[in-house]
Every structure is written in C-alpha cells, then in structure tokens.
C-alpha cells in the first residue's frame, strides 16, 4: 500500500510563488512505476467540497486560473502556485490512483497561508 | 448542469445503522464512477471506496472493507453509503464524488458533504 506525503503547511506573501510537494512511498519494494500512478490536486476551502484543479500532472479544468500548474518527477509531484492571491489561502491535497492496486490514495494535505 | 446532492447532517448514536446518500443530475448518471470520502474533524480527506452504477462494480480501500456498504440505485441516479453499526469513530463529513469521464483517474464533481455526528 502506499502513502502520499505532504507539508503540512507552506506559507508566502502575495504576488510569490510557492510549490506543494507530494512524495508517494510505496510499501511495496519495487512496485513504484511512473507509469501507473496518477496524480491530481484539490483545493478546499474550509466547510467546502473540494475542488479538482490540476489532472494529469500539469492539465487545469476549465476555470482554474493558469496561476495553478504541477509538476512530476519520478516520485514526487509538485503544485506550484505562482502570483499568490489572498484568496488561494486553502488546503491542498494531492491524490495518487494506482492501475495496480485500482484505488485512490489522498495526502495528509497542505495548508497554505497568505501573509 | 452536473450536480451531486447528498442528504442532511445526521445525529446517531453507537451501535445504529445509517444510509447517507447522494444523487447525481445532469449527465449520464450510470456511466459515471461515483466514490466516497471522508473528512473527519479537523482532518484530511481519506478515500473510501468507489462504485459504477451501471454494474455496481465496486472497490473498497483497504481500510474501509468491511466497514462500510456503497450501493447504488440506478433508477433514481442515487449512490448510497451505509453502516450497520456506526462508532463514534465515524463522526465525520462524508463527500460523494464523480469519476470523470472514460473513467479517467480524479473526481471532476463533489457533493457538499454530508455531516455524520456517532454519540457514544
């Protein structure tokens, strides 16, 4: 079974950029393959539905601005979040799907502050 | 318009059984994956299990087998999400979610949530 790990929280002033890691760690030895495992991103607001924002590493649904992009390397996906708004101020997840396995794995989260 | 609504809050208490549900307007209800997380107090969303209402295929976490029954009613476009004997545990929000379409891997569409309170 595998994990996906978060920062619990990530900070920066407006107009910045900040990234959001997420490192998944399989317990299975050898069982990591980039091929099968597919990350996207949410955001919630707090008491609120969480909402898809980046699907298939780095592709946006329509009406999330393109300030939103990610990222993947070997293990490790990125959101990065350039010219931070008040308003981005959210919890992040990440979520892993494995072709393998054929379930859904989400990351502790992230918590963003706007200073 | 793709809507997932899902039923009210719920008071039980130990020991009771409980079916949240939430129904699916607005596209093809039958083709479409529909998956449920939870989101306890305070914490992070943890997926539950998914199901296809056009054979109700379903897939359970590991960490929810056994625990939980999702059930679907295609005739009404409502998924369900039951507990034969709630613990206080399970206080927490319980979202439904659709899968996007072709069966891609994320959840395009989220009910509001359903607040499920377990008193011991």
């Excluded at chain 1, 949410?42 to 909402?51: E, F, K, L, M, T």
């Excluded at chain 2, 998924?79 to 439904?96: E, H, M, R, V």
Aim: proline share 3%; with cysteine.
């Amino acid at each position: 079974q595998s994990a996906l790990t978060q920062p619990a929280s990530v900070s920066g002033s407006p107009g910045q950029s900040i990234t959001i890691s997420c490192t998944e760690r399989s317990s299975d030895v050898g069982s990591y393959n980039s091929e099968s495992w597919y990350v996207s991103w949410y955001r919630q607001d707090s008491g609120r539905a969480p909402q898809l924002i980046i699907f298939d590493v780095n592709n946006r649904p329509s009406g999330v601005s393109d300030r939103f992009s990610g990222s993947q390397s070997g293990n490790t996906a990125s959101l990065t979040i350039s010219g931070l708004q008040a308003e981005d101020e959210a919890d992040y997840y990440c979520t892993s799907y494995s072709s393998s396995t054929t379930y859904w794995v989400f990351g502790g989260g992230t918590k963003l502050t706007v200073l | 318009e793709v809507h997932l609504e899902q039923s009210g809050a719920e008071v039980k208490k130990a020991g009771e059984s409980l079916r949240i549900s939430c129904k699916g307007s607005g596209y093809t209800f039958s083709t479409y994956w529909i998956a449920w997380v939870r989101q306890r107090p305070g914490k992070g969303l943890e997926w539950m299990g998914i199901i296809y209402p056009g054979d109700s295929d379903t897939t359970y976490s590991p960490s929810f087998q056994g625990r939980v029954i999702i059930s679907v009613d295609k005739s009404t476009s409502t998924a369900y999400l039951q507990w034969d004997s709630l613990k206080a545990s399970d206080t927490a929000i319980y979202f439904c979610a659709r899968r996007g379409v072709r069966g891609v891997p994320y959840f395009d569409f989220w009910g509001q949530g359903t607040l499920v309170t377990v008193s011991s």
